[in-house]
């Protein structure tokens, strides 16, 4: 897979960096992931999945991340819906 990673600056200041790599984990500032991408097999299929998806922990697990994360939904009022990532150490 082919990952385009956007500097500081955002999309049109900043000149993206490109990546190939099998394996992506996108972490929250304190290292909580939030997020991952694999690909796998001889076709080249792809799992992809967030925090507060159902497979999620077991996704880190399959890829050796020894973290489990938990997602609260947060809800204020008038301005909809919000989440909270929060990973507690191995």
Same mark, same amino acid.
Do not use: C, W
């Given at each position: ?15 993206? %960096?490109?990546? %190939? ?70």
């Amino acid at each position: 897979m082919i990952l385009e990673i956007i500097p500081k600056g955002g999309i049109g200041v900043a000149k993206p %960096e490109v990546i %190939e790599a099998t394996q992506v984990v996108i972490k929250q500032a304190d290292g909580t992931p939030i997020g991952v991408a694999a690909e796998y097999g001889p076709e080249g299929a792809h799992a992809v999945s967030h925090a507060g998806d159902d497979d999620f922990n077991k996704i880190l697990e399959a890829l050796g991340i020894d973290r489990l994360v938990i997602t609260d939904s947060l809800y204020l009022d008038g301005a909809g819906g919000a989440k909270l990532v929060r990973g507690e150490q191995p």
